[in-house]
């Protein structure tokens, strides 16, 4: 049973940072390609950020581009979504998702619909 368990969200204030964890137990994580989204209330999901099993180039979106980073550990079978310059836009639960279909990210990235687990989500508030 793959599961997978967000964690660092919080309350910023604009310009503020974070960094969040996407831990797995039941799998290893550098076999699964993984994506983060985001969904603010009221609003579609977003795909912010992806990076493939075998080809690292990170995802990003455009709302996102230059301010959040994503990497691997695979020591510690995690992966991190450092977030930069919160904005009050970046305000809404944060996923992350793993799929093994697509071994990397398009420039697209990957919709949603492809991945096959998902984490319960971690909040995020910006605000001041």
């Known amino acids: 049973q793959v599961r997978l368990v967000e964690s660092g969200g919080g309350s910023v204030q604009p310009g503020g940072s974070l960094r969040l964890s996407c831990a797995a137990s039941g799998a290893t994580l550098e076999h699964f390609t993984i994506g983060w989204f985001r969904q603010a209330p009221g609003?579609?999901?977003?795909?912010?950020?992806?990076?493939?099993?075998?080809?690292?180039s990170p995802y990003y979106s455009d709302s996102v581009k230059g301010r959040f980073t994503i990497s691997r550990d695979?020591?510690?079978?995690?992966v991190y979504l450092q977030v930069n310059n919160l904005k009050p836009e970046d305000t809404g639960?944060?996923?992350?998702?793993?799929?093994?279909?697509y071994s990397r990210c398009s420039e697209d990235?990957?919709?949603?619909?492809?991945?096959d687990y998902w984490g319960q989500?971690?909040?995020v508030t910006v605000s001041s």
């Open 109 to 115: 990235g990957i919709p949603a619909t492809f991945y």
């Open 93 to 101: 639960v944060y996923y992350c998702a793993a799929e093994t279909y």
């Open 74 to 78: 695979n020591a510690q079978n995690a």
């Open 121 to 123: 989500g971690t909040q």
């Open 43 to 56: 609003k579609e999901p977003e795909g912010v950020s992806c990076i493939g099993s075998s080809d690292h």
